[in-house]
């Protein structure tokens, strides 16, 4: 079955601590993105890939990095600098049409 | 700033009811609406889309209404089902920005049986 997978399902977090949200799909797409979903405020863009090896920031990008090594995979990795990571991960692709289709998510929650 | 503007915050319908959501936007340049039904702890899925070139897309129950002058856009469901009870989210894109989409705030939707 094609798809995007996202793993884990739930990550805890120490304060001070970087961690990493991993997204891979099997679509062959190009296109890869990652929003935050916090109640209330619907999706935010966080980072986005068009190709591999370039990725550009979203929205609220700042305590955020990512990397583009493989057309499959785009991780994101939550930096301490992050004030308040806890929060809904979810990862996005797309290729050529506006379709974007969303992994399950990673729930995030600081301790 | 608020690009996409979505209410209600959240609607209860009694099942068979018609459930109605609005969404308002700002830029101009958008020109592809689509709506994405979320369930608790998953993903986003795509439900209807719409391009500004005509005022009306229906499938099946689901039915969107587009107001270009009035930069506005909504979704219908018709024959409301306890299983359409679900988060939506009404989203907006232009075509230089490809799949980057703004996003609602969203509209928990209650059906009661």
């Known amino acids: 079955d094609g798809g995007i997978t996202q793993s884990p399902k739930y990550l805890f977090r120490k304060e001070g601590q970087n961690v990493t949200l991993s997204c891979e799909q099997n679509?062959?797409?190009?296109?890869m993105y990652w929003y935050r979903q916090d109640p209330g405020q619907g999706l935010r863009l966080i980072y986005y890939s068009q190709i591999v090896n370039d990725f550009q920031k979203g929205d609220i990008a700042e305590g955020y990095s990512v990397s583009r090594e493989k057309k499959e995979s785009f991780p994101l990795t939550v930096t301490s600098a992050q004030k308040n990571p806890t929060a809904f991960y979810l990862c996005?692709?797309?290729?050529?049409?506006?379709?974007?289709?969303f992994g399950p998510g990673t729930r995030l929650t600081v301790l | 700033q608020q690009q996409v503007k979505q209410s209600p915050q959240s609607l209860i319908v009694q099942k068979g009811g018609i459930s109605i959501i609005n969404c308002a936007y700002e830029?101009?340049?958008?020109?592809?609406f689509p709506w994405y039904q979320q369930f608790p702890g998953k993903g986003p899925a795509l439900l209807i889309a719409?391009?500004?070139?005509?005022s009306e897309k229906k499938e099946g129950r689901f039915t969107i209404s587009f107001n270009k002058s009035a930069k506005q856009f909504s979704l219908h469901i018709m024959d409301s089902q306890p299983g359409d009870s679900a988060t939506y989210f009404c989203a907006a894109s232009k075509e230089t920005s490809g799949s980057r989409l703004t996003f609602g705030e969203g509209t928990q939707l209650t059906v009661n049986p």
């Open positions: 996005a692709s797309s290729q050529g049409s506006r379709e974007a289709f």
């Open positions: 830029n101009t340049a958008f020109d592809y």
């Open positions: 719409i391009r500004p070139d005509v």
């Open positions: 679509l062959n797409h190009d296109a």
